[in-house]
């Protein structure tokens, strides 16, 4: 079975609606509760599989980069004072992983991030995944288990495969809304947090709709897998929504000539790039780690 080993992870973004507190530390170290966000978004692309993982980022951002890498200084300084399992735990990244970053360049939207780790991700079909959506980790393997669903989905016929979740009537303007083939009964999630994976062709997406001209409530929650051909598309893509190049364009045009899914979404997300809600999912995730420390 063909499996996906690579992941994109954009890290370029500014950060603008979380300042002050991404004035001086990028948006993807803020902390939920004792881990930044980055962490979880990390450990579950490696739970589904991924093997090379490319943060595409600019210069205020190598601090990230920083966080994946060994501080030889201080774990020699732990462990002389006897802090071996602490020094340990900072060196969670298995062995066989490695995280790579490479820079944007010009700020020209998300899909410009995208093909900006074409160098490293070469030929490979790949996941790419939002850092400021955190799928709740608290949930056994359910967070991860959505990626790992996608990729078997993508070895079974080839079609890229893009997560989705029901969302608020007032949040629709704030994403990626699916557009689907044929009526879809869409998940009703307050019956059924725990539903099961589905993936179903798409007819395409709108890019952050009015509620009215919104073709579903099925948002794009900022996981896919894309089959390469995803680059091409994205070298031709020109700038639209907000002056930027659109990943959702990109996919548009991959729709047309390749089979595109959508995968619905198991379990719940995190929106940790918005200071409301990322207030809310900072006090979720400490109240969690606090109940296991008890
Ligand atoms: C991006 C995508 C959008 C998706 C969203 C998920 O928008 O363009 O389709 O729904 O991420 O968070 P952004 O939030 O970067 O503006």
Redesign the pocket.
Known sequence: MKKITHAVIPVA?FGTRMLPLSKSVPKELLPLGNRPAIHYVVEEAIAAGIKHIVLVGHAQKSAIENYFDINAELDSQLRTKCKEQLADSLNWLPDDVTVSMIRQGKALG?GHAVLAARPIIGEHDFAVL?P??VLDPFTGDMAADNLAFMIDAFAEDNHSQILVDKVADEDVH???IAKLNEAFSEVNREDDKANINASFKVAG?I??PNLADAPSKL????RYVFSNHIFDYLANTKASVGGEI???DAIDALISEYGVNVTTMRGYSY?A?DMRSYMQAFIYFAEQQLAEDE
């Open positions: 973004g998300l939002l400021d959506v704030k994403y990626g997406f890019e952050k948002a794009v929650v900022g659109q990943l959702t929106d790039g």
